[in-house]
């Protein structure tokens, strides 16, 4: 690891390792979109960033609990506004499911306005003998199986850049009105969600939650303040590194170089190792910052990678993000946290049970069981109890949309059923029954370790 003396700047990242970075054939182009990008707004501020971080070092000691959640990879023709607002209402319902079993104040971070640059394992595709570089999310190249759409455009950036702007600004707005009311709870359902098993269990949480409000606003005389804001942070992975580069901005007030393009960017396990450029990239930011971790990472590693980011162990900078697979929490999982805990290193600890529990079904899809996606979630929180950690946040795949992309769950969801409507162009998303009933399990679970206390 190299020392910490060792000068950072924006652009330092590009002495480092840079992988799964986009080669692309017009130089010139790419240069005039990132001048251009560099001249653009930026999408967040300095003000939200450190609001975010601040909550975030609440939930790693238990006060609240971080929900981030999203798409695995978006796409520019879902930045549209259903799509948007059904994302917000699945968000917005689990997050009332949370809040009433666990009885925390929820985080809401969502894997949306940025998440379009995806790591792929391998450079190309092969489809009938014939290969094609790989598709790399929509702000590189297009899925389609062309040597046209596999080109990367550098054109994609800039509506990639447009595609958050717009997305934030619903986001915002309706984060800020009516829509997001908790009185309003009853309104988020998803028209097509009426016959999720797990509807009614939500109604009744609604119902109880109704009388409650009632109630305090019958003692007190008032109407129940504060409910009618919510707000939303965003995420991505910071994995194409000029465009990264484009949005660090410093803020003089603050005297600190944020990036501006999302709340909390996260490195990948792909780009997560020594002398990394994205490692390197993210060390000299002053946002709160994710490393999505797997079941090959050593204690000792962990600690290094930890003290390289977070030298001076602020409480809140940084988000362990643990996806492992169902099988090896067990075995991995514990000798990462006390290294953690011996070493006194102040982290946020978060589970992600989507990346580790990825499959590839009999008929060559690619999907999860929401059987194992449950397990491991409910192996690391029975581990964080065991070891008196505090896991502080979950992280899934997840839509607003009716899709069939996970099996399993009460919906019933089978193997023969995912072609129906499997719309991911990458990973498979929790749909909406799923990540009710997902949310139902989590608060389920916390209520249990209350009363069993
Ligand atoms: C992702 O979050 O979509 C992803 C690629 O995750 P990981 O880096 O954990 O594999
Ligand atoms: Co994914």
């Given amino acids: 690891m190299q020392s910490l003396r060792e000068k950072w700047s924006p652009e330092s990242w590009r002495k480092k390792n840079a992988v799964q970075q986009v080669v692309y054939t017009d130089k010139e182009h790419l240069t005039a979109v990132l001048s251009q990008l560099q001249q653009h707004p930026p999408l967040v501020t300095s003000w939200e960033i450190e609001a975010l971080r601040k909550k975030l070092a609440e939930a790693a000691t238990g006060r609240r609990f971080l929900l981030q959640g999203g798409d695995c990879a978006e796409s520019f023709d879902d930045c549209k506004v259903e799509f948007i607002k059904n994302r917000l209402k699945i968000l917005l319902q689990m997050s009332v499911i949370l809040i009433y079993g666990m ?165 990948g396990k792909r780009t997560l190792f020594e002398d990394s450029a994205h490692v390197e990239y993210m060390r000299g930011i002053r946002n709160p910052i994710g490393i999505k971790i797997g079941h090959d990472m050593a204690p000792s590693d962990l600690k290094g990678l930890i003290r390289h980011l977070n030298p001076l162990n602020d409480p809140g900078r940084l988000t362990i993000i643990t996806r492992m697979g169902a099988t090896k929490v067990e075995d991995v999982l514990p000798q990462l946290i006390d290294t953690v805990k011996r070493s006194g290193l102040n982290v946020l600890w978060c589970c992600d049970p989507m990346h580790g529990n990825t499959e590839t079904a009999s008929s060559g899809i690619k999907t999860r069981k929401f059987g194992n996606i449950l397990a491991e979630l409910e192996a690391v929180i029975d581990m964080h109890a065991r070891m008196k950690t505090v896991l502080g946040g979950v992280h899934f795949e997840l839509t607003g949309e009716d899709v069939t992309e996970c099996v399993g769950g009460a919906s019933g969801i089978r193997e023969e059923d995912l072609n129906r409507r499997y719309h991911s162009t990458v990973d498979p998303r929790l749909n909406v029954s799923q990540s009710l009933e997902m949310a139902l399990k989590i608060a389920q679970r916390y209520q249990n370790m209350e009363t069993s206390k």
């Fill in 103 to 267: 009885r925390m104040p929820i985080i809401r971070v969502g894997r949306f306005a940025g998440q379009y640059a995806k790591p792929r394992s391998a450079s190309h595709e092969t489809r009938n003998g014939i290969s094609l570089p790989s598709y790399r999310g929509d702000n590189i190249n297009a899925p389609e199986f062309t040597p046209e759409a596999r080109e990367p455009d550098p054109q994609r950036l800039l509506h990639a850049y447009y595609c958050s702007a717009i997305q934030l600004n619903l986001v915002r707005a309706l984060g800020d009105a009516g829509f997001a009311d908790l009185h309003n709870a009853d309104k988020w359902n998803l028209n097509f969600a009426g016959q999720a098993p797990y509807i009614q269990t939500y109604q009744g949480i609604i119902g109880k939650i109704y009388r409650a409000l009632d109630f305090a606003k019958t003692v007190s005389d008032h109407p129940i303040g504060g409910l009618g804001r919510v707000t939303f942070y965003s995420s991505h992975e910071a994995l194409h590194l000029p465009y990264e580069e484009a949005f660090t901005r410093e803020v003089i007030h603050a005297n600190a170089v944020y990036n501006l393009s999302t709340h909390m960017p996260w490195i």
